[in-house]
């Protein structure tokens, strides 16, 4: 019977106003290299390919989290992409994801 006299307004709809835009959150897309690349020199050319590349820091958070061998000679290269870095965690396993 309750849900009988139920009226539309009775379920209001989400706002798309103005004010719920600004107060979105904006994505976060992350990665974790796990054990790749294996090198320092193949994390270099994968910063170098990551160069020529764009995303609208407006719209979405990157974060990369480079193993802690490779953090302190990536992380200056990555933040000037506008990326944020994070050192991953440790794991038992082998290369690979």
């Known amino acids: 019977a309750i849900l009988a006299e139920a009226t539309p307004e009775a379920f209001p709809q989400p706002s798309t106003g103005k004010r719920e835009r600004e107060m979105s959150r904006t994505p976060i897309v992350g990665g974790n290299w796990k054990c790749n690349p294996a090198s320092v020199k193949d994390a270099e ?45 440790v794991s038992a396993t082998g290369f690979g994801a």
Do not use: R, Y
């Open 45 to 89: 050319a994968l910063l170098e390919a990551w160069k020529g590349q764009s995303f609208d820091k407006e719209k979405v958070e990157v974060v990369i989290c480079p193993t802690s061998l490779h953090l302190p000679v990536v992380k200056p290269g990555l933040e000037g992409l506008g990326m944020q870095v994070a050192a991953q965690n």
